[in-house]
């Protein structure tokens, strides 16, 4: 939405509603907002209503859509479909892909219909966005094997969120932030606390709700700080407390190894080395830049004994190649150049075809001959009005 705004765009948000996200570019006097409806998490029978509503909202909206310069946004599997079938692919559309669903990857009669519908789908998406160059290789690529190429724009940091302060210092001080989820790691570092209870420190950043008895458990620890609900300006604050941001989720399958996590960016933007579990995508990249630990299997063994094999001449190595990557790990106008001009899409700089792990980090939204002249479930439309819309007026989908 920033982007967008960015490119002089104005907007109309369609949004399922989840919660309460207090930011100020949903008061900016361009952006409208279309409510979905609540939805329910899981495949459940209020989740299957809540689509079919919205497919209703949809189609309602895409009579009103007049502005031929307007451009499609949608950043869930299941909202693309309805997209569709209400006709609004047949606009300039951007399918933002941050995650691969386990559903996608099913080997099931479900699972192979969610795939066909898919590439069905894509055939009249222009423009596939991804956060992570492994959903293409390993999904679209092996999986879907789709024909189009697609754009890397990495979940990057806000420049205004990074708080310039003193590097970290070595000790066996470990960041957990933001959506809290994986039991593995919960499993993990309650056992590696419980076994260092001098030694080790976690600060937890974020919501507990998925943790269940483990995040309880965790917080009850001595050597346990909480410093409650997900808060993003205090993010850098509290990552430069402590000596290594944990960079593991191991929730979902296939999806957790392909993503690229925001707290890999949000740790190298704060100036901090991060943990990572092998065979991930994560680790590629933590190896390549030799930015962290990489442990060998993700279990409490494993992480105590890689604390105690690093030591001050590692760390300090790790230090200055993460205040190296540090300007990269901020977000720059790569969504801007992508809603500035639709006819601009083909000079795009596409991902290579073949695994190149050197391209996270050095990416360039443009190709160099261009360059001559870098979440709410919901769909997001702009068109391009010079004026702020009139909270009266109907507004371009």
Not at 9 to 15: A, M, P, T
Not at 32 to 61: E, K, N, P
Not at 231 to 236: F, Q, T, V
Request: proline share 5%; with cysteine; hydrophobic share 45%.
């Amino acid at each position: 939405m920033i982007g967008a705004l960015a490119a002089h765009r104005n907007i109309h948000l369609l949004s399922f509603d989840r919660e309460v996200v207090d930011h100020p570019v949903y008061r900016d006097p361009n952006v409208r907002h279309t409510s979905l409806g609540r939805i329910q998490g899981g495949v459940t029978f209020s989740r299957l209503y809540s689509f079919i509503r919205a497919t209703w909202t949809l189609a309602r909206a895409r009579r009103h859509l007049k502005d031929r310069d307007a451009i499609v946004l949608v950043n869930s599997l299941e909202l693309l479909i309805i997209s569709d079938l209400c006709g609004l692919t047949c606009m300039p559309t951007v399918y933002d892909v941050s995650d691969i669903h386990p559903l996608q990857l099913s080997k099931s009669l479900a699972g192979r219909f969610m795939r066909w519908l898919e590439r069905r789908t894509l055939k009249r998406v222009p423009l596939i966005v991804v956060t992570s160059p492994w959903f293409y290789w390993e999904y679209y690529r092996q999986w879907l094997r789709v024909p189009q190429a697609a754009l890397l724009i990495e979940n990057k940091v806000a420049p205004s969120s990074v708080n310039g302060q003193r590097p970290p210092v070595l000790a066996k001080r470990i960041a957990w932030n933001g959506l809290l989820r994986c039991q593995t790691s919960a499993a993990v570092l309650v056992e590696a606390l419980s076994s260092a209870p001098d030694s080790v420190h976690l600060s937890l950043h974020g919501t507990l709700d998925r943790l269940g008895a483990l995040g309880r458990r965790l917080i009850s620890l001595p050597n346990c700080s909480y410093s409650g609900p997900y808060a993003p300006e205090m993010l850098s604050a509290l990552i430069l407390k402590s000596s290594f941001v944990w960079a593991i989720d191991l929730s979902e399958g296939e999806n957790s190894k392909w993503l690229l996590p925001y707290r890999l960016y949000s740790a190298i933007a704060a100036g901090v080395p991060v943990i990572a579990a092998a065979d991930t995508a994560t680790a590629e990249v933590v190896r390549l830049h030799k930015i962290g630990i990489v442990l060998r299997e993700c279990t409490a063994t494993a992480l105590m004994q890689a604390l105690e094999d690093c030591d001050a001449e590692m760390y300090a190595l790790w230090l200055k190649n993460v205040h190296a990557l540090r300007d990269r790990a901020l977000r720059h106008d790569e969504w801007t150049l992508v809603f500035e001009d639709v006819n601009r899409w083909v000079a795009l700089k596409r991902l290579p075809s073949e695994v190149d792990v050197d391209i996270v980090f050095r990416s360039e939204t443009v190709a160099a001959s261009a360059n001559d002249m870098h979440r709410a479930e919901g769909i997001m439309s702009t068109s391009a009005l010079p004026q702020p819309i009139p909270s009266d007026s109907a507004c371009p989908i």
